[in-house]
């Protein structure tokens, strides 16, 4: 929930940003100043105003011809660049056909939102510091899709985009996939489950709740808050639409319904950039990077 932002200035440079916030990457990759979690790329801090969620994004995914690409300067791609599919400059091109070296790895015995990987026990993946995603193998559930992921990305493909709000504007559109059930930001769901696979190795079961909302789910309980009828659920305090850090991709609800699982998220959660923002919501966390732990207890 946590309508109540301060930073109206920062609203005003994000708007200019994400008409025209190209950045470059230190490598020299040219981006466009967006929120990581709107990010099909790589996000890189430094580059850009406002809040530390705003990084320069590179190496977007693209489309151009019906083939997936991803979006370089012309200089750096290896395959056969396309104007018109990226942001940013007109060396800035959807690069597609490129061989990037992983044509020749053998696929894994799992997909997970159309990433590879292998079913095993949660704990051998994460010996291998690999990710479990549940819902992806046959059998009993002690056997999930083992991927592997770079530091900021797990590379899933979106299943849906989302129109995604803040403080009631539209910043974009969000690429989801349903998680157990929950649409979840691709990069978001992604630290989840790198966060759920090492609770789970500890003993700690961390159930999803709630993740991304679109406008018209937030409208759903927002109107259930103040006219509760039968088909409402809870009719709990909810966010104008809009205004929920839901809408925003940022925001996990978790299950705590034991002091441990709590527990374990405050010792933990910021090692994987999950971060309490609500202070009457212990459920309630967003992935934040570089954000500092909050000192609600
Ligand atoms: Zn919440």
């Known amino acids: 929930m946590a309508w109540l932002k301060s930073s109206v200035v920062f609203i005003a440079l994000f708007s200019s940003a994400s008409s025209s916030g190209v950045c470059r990457a230190n490598n020299g990759a040219e981006g466009l100043c967006k929120d990581v979690v709107l990010c099909s790329g790589t996000p890189e801090s430094g580059h850009c105003p406002g809040s530390s969620s705003i990084q320069c994004c590179y190496d977007e995914k693209c489309t151009a011809d019906g083939k997936n690409g991803i979006c370089k300067l012309v200089s750096n791609c290896k395959g056969t660049p396309v104007a018109g599919h990226c942001p940013g400059s007109a060396d800035n091109q959807c690069c597609v056909d490129e061989d990037d070296g992983s ?53 899933f493909v979106p299943e849906t985009y989302y129109d995604a ?27 989840f489950l790198k966060m759920r696979t090492a609770a789970d ?3 700690i079961p961390l159930i999803l709740n709630s993740g991304f909302r679109t406008y018209e789910e ?40 034991s002091t441990t699982i709590y527990n374990w998220l405050k010792s933990h959660g910021h090692d994987y950039s999950f971060v309490r923002t609500v202070p009457s919501e212990k459920w309630h966390w967003e992935y934040r990077p570089g954000q500092a732990p909050a000192p609600y207890t």
Not at 166 to 187: A, C, E
Not at 227 to 247: I, K, M, Q, V, W
Request: net charge neutral; charged share 15%; hydrophobic share 20%.
């Open 103 to 155: 044509s020749g790895s053998p696929d894994g015995d799992c997909k997970a939102y159309s990433v590879s990987g292998n079913c095993k026990s949660v704990s051998s993946c994460h010996s291998e510091s690999g990710i479990s995603v549940p819902g992806f193998c046959p059998g009993s559930t002690s056997e999930q899709c083992c991927i592997k992921a770079t530091q900021n990305d797990c590379g």
């Open 201 to 203: 190795v500890a003993g």
């Open 218 to 257: 937030q409208q759903h309980l927002y109107n259930c808050y103040h006219h509760c009828t039968s088909g409402c659920g809870s009719c709990n305090l909810a966010a104008r639409p809009g205004y929920s850090n839901h809408e925003d991709g940022h925001a996990v609800d978790i299950n705590i319904g």
């Open 165 to 191: 709000y803040d403080r009631g504007q539209n910043i974009g559109k969000i690429g989801t996939v349903k998680l157990l059930g929950k649409n979840i930001g691709t990069v978001t769901g992604c630290h």
